[in-house]
């Protein structure tokens, strides 16, 4: 059993940074793969980033390349997502999960989810 709490959301203007936190318990992280996925009001769930546990690899969808970066640290057990240059189309809810077998954008892949955090970009 995974527990996930996300936080460091919040409102922040347009072209603005923030940094979200996913604070893992019950199991280390170091050996699980880590996703970020963010739902807006009205929308349905999708993929933001994720990392591979074994050799780091990461993978954004497309409207946040260049901007979002994902790390982790297992040391503290937490892993963040760091958000630059955001947009208005950036506020959601964001959520971090993770997954035992998979590091990729599959929804379905992925075990355990936080409650998630709550951002929103101002125009």
């Known amino acids: 059993q995974v527990q996930l709490v996300e936080s460091g959301g919040g409102l922040v203007q347009a072209g603005g940074s923030l940094r979200l936190s996913c604070a893992a318990s019950g199991r280390t992280i170091s050996r699980l793969n880590m996703g970020w996925f963010r739902q807006a009001t009205g929308k349905e769930r999708e993929f933001v980033a994720s990392?591979?546990?074994?050799?780091?690899?990461?993978y954004y969808t497309d409207s946040v390349k260049g901007r979002f970066t994902i790390s982790r640290d297992n040391a503290k057990n937490t892993a963040y997502l760091q958000m630059n240059s955001l947009k208005p189309e950036d506020t959601a809810v964001y959520y971090c999960?993770?997954?035992?077998?998979?590091?990729?954008?599959?929804?379905?892949?992925?075990?355990?989810w936080g409650q998630g955090t709550q951002v929103t970009v101002a125009s």
């Open positions: 999960a993770t997954s035992f077998m998979a590091s990729g954008s599959r929804i379905s892949d992925y075990e355990y």
């Open positions: 990392m591979s546990w074994s050799r780091g690899i990461t």
